[in-house]
């Protein structure tokens, strides 16, 4: 659940603040008078919706997706990651702390 605080209690527990969101992914959501201002996320946060947008205008990246939807939804298979990268793909789920 995220913590809702007012900007000037913000300003006095930043340093907290900011390592609670960077390496706990705590949800802060920061209130200047009453309403929701702001909401501070950690690097991954923001990296990971900004790339897809990058993508999402890049018109080149666009039409290969395409040009891939239109091969799968034919039902041919493509390469598997081992096939292209020579090793079994290995998945890691990220936890949350609270």
Known sequence: M????????????????????????????????DP???IPLNGDEYTRPKEMLDVLGDPAQMKQINRSQTF???????????????????LVKKHRTA
Not at 75 to 87: A, M, N, Q, R
């Open 72 to 90: 799968y939804r034919s039902g041919k298979k493509g390469l598997t990651f081992e096939d292209v990268f020579g090793e079994p793909i290995t």
């Open 2 to 33: 995220a913590k809702t605080l007012s900007l000037s209690e913000v300003k006095t527990r930043l340093p907290e603040l900011i390592a609670g969101v960077q390496v706990r992914e705590e949800e802060v959501v920061v209130t200047k008078n």
């Open 36 to 38: 929701p201002a702001a």
